[in-house]
């Protein structure tokens, strides 16, 4: 499949601009092939108007036309084979192992949509019945749920093919029956052309307007904010970094009319070791909890940064287990320069404070200018939580273990923190039975709380909730992981006296 470095918008690939850029493998620093022309004010209007026009036939296709999208995006993704691994390989350094398992995942998270989008259970219709005998009478009234228009979409750098151009966002929006239009991630911009020609080719097979589907290349920071302060777009989806974040945020709420802005910006996700996990199996925790640290180098938003458990001999023996698993992680490429850049600058931070040691970490020295990055393992006393270079997310294989005195110190971390998508506690069962007032403050901080398992390795699924208070996300009811991502583009309409045979079909009685 080739790759033109232009835009998809509507159907038509489109390039009018003369300002380029091209990708980097992180691993050689070689520039890859194809220029990416930056996208234009008028050609991102070009593309919402069309999305916007295309709006009204999505909400009248029925639901077997939407599944039929989506499961022809996965078979798509399928089809187009090892091409759309390998240029993902080159620019990101992921193995092509974990690509194949991500390529897997995306394709079964698309069909779970389609198959909610063919039940159609998603609109939650809900019927109140008239009573005209009542005083005074009670109206008919009923109310299901509806797309809120085009939606922008801004894809992960760390998951090029499920959190990207066909990730979560743009399947579940889709299955909502938005348009969407999507910002390529700079980092890996031919694997999104590919990924957008995939979709642009599936909208067409099915029949379905042009407009439902747009792809934008753009390096700046001023084609995001067009983006998201276009008078068409409905709703953001924005998945990276809190200052990114942040800024898009800011930039929808200056909007004449203010839309839903759903960010999902990272996690410090505390991991809690109680006594009795740490006198039962501290070994295995310190196996696990190395793992889970350096899972995708680091580079996942639910990596555990942080660490509290109680001073003596059982901490002593799971630190000791800590350095034995950190030593044998090799260094690894991270994403991209600019990931790589800040993780150095991010250890570089933690080390200046003279109470913070480093305790462990990759035996192997890291391979010079391939932006690798080598596991590095930390102790504090918990008196150092307050100390802004030790209570901040580092994004990369590295963790802080805090020394505590007391349960009770626990506790009162927990109280300190801001808005997380996890928390992490190992113990055992009677640990948990005493540490409800933990679990219960827990409950307000994050949004998924493990017991004596992981964070890493999100099950895509119903239940799951993948979210959290700010600075977490911007809206911590909202998942965007899962089946429930669905109502994040969603809004209920209600109709009140209206006859049955106009009516939505759902919400008649028959």
């Known amino acids: 499949m080739e790759v033109t470095g232009q835009h998809f918008i509507a159907g038509q690939r489109v390039a009018s601009a003369t300002e380029t850029f091209q990708a980097v493998n992180p691993a050689t620093n070689e520039t890859l092939d194809a220029r990416f022309v930056e996208v234009t004010k008028a050609e991102i209007d070009q593309a919402m108007t069309a999305a916007d026009k295309t709006y009204d036939a999505l909400q009248t296709a029925d639901s077997a036309t939407i599944a039929s999208l989506l499961e022809a995006i996965a078979d798509g993704l399928e089809t187009v084979g090892d091409a759309l691994l390998d240029r993902a390989h080159a620019e990101t350094a992921l193995p092509m192992g974990r690509l194949n398992g991500e390529r897997a995942r995306t394709c ?47 894809g992960a750098s760390n998951f090029p093919l499920a959190i990207s151009v066909a990730g979560t966002d743009t399947v579940s929006a889709l299955a909502a029956r938005c348009p969407v239009i999507v910002k390529a991630h700079p980092a ?13 080719t599936a909208v067409k097979k099915i029949g379905l307007p042009a407009g439902t589907f747009s792809m934008v290349q753009g390096k700046s920071n001023r084609s995001g904010v067009d983006l998201v302060q276009h008078e068409k777009a409905a709703a953001v989806a924005f998945t990276g970094s809190l200052q990114g974040g942040r800024a898009l945020f800011d930039a929808v709420n200056q909007r004449k009319n203010p839309v839903p802005f759903y960010a999902e910006m990272g996690s410090l996700n505390p991991v809690f070791l109680l006594p009795g996990a740490l006198e039962q199996r501290a070994d295995e925790i310190a196996t696990g909890y190395i793992q889970s640290v350096n899972l995708g180098v680091g580079q996942f938003c639910t990596n555990p940064g942080a660490v509290l458990g109680l001073e003596g001999e059982n901490l002593e023996s799971f630190l000791s287990a800590v350095k034995v698993a950190a030593a044998k992680v090799p260094p690894a490429t991270m994403l991209h320069p600019g990931i790589h850049a800040a993780f150095e600058q991010g250890q570089q931070r933690i080390i200046s404070v003279d109470a913070v040691k480093r305790i462990g970490g990759s035996s192997q020295p890291p391979v010079a200018d391939s932006h690798q990055a080598s596991c590095n393992i930390y102790e504090a006393d918990i008196s150092q939580v307050g100390q802004q270079e030790v209570s901040e997310e580092i994004f990369g294989p590295s963790s802080i273990v805090f020394k505590c005195q007391s349960v009770e110190q626990m506790v009162e971390y927990a109280k300190s923190l801001d808005g997380h998508l996890t928390a992490t506690i190992h113990g055992s069962d009677e640990d948990l039975k005493n540490s409800a007032a933990l679990v219960r403050i827990l409950q307000r901080k994050v949004g998924r709380i493990v017991f004596n398992g992981f964070p890493t390795g999100i099950e895509v699924c119903n239940a799951m909730h993948h979210g959290g208070p700010y600075p977490a996300t911007t809206h911590s009811f909202f998942t965007s992981i899962g089946h429930q991502s669905i109502y994040r583009f969603t809004k209920p309409v209600c109709f009140q006296g209206f006859p049955a045979n106009c009516l939505p079909e759902q919400l008649r009685s028959s």
């Open 108 to 154: 079964n998270q698309t069909r779970i949509f389609a198959d909610l989008t063919r039940k159609d259970l998603w609109r939650q219709p809900r019927i109140d019945r008239g009573d005209s005998e009542r005083v005074p009478p009670k109206p008919d009234v009923r109310t299901m749920l509806y797309g809120v228009g085009p939606v922008v979409v801004f």
């Open 188 to 200: 890996h911009p031919g694997t999104c052309e590919m990924i957008a020609s995939v979709i642009s």
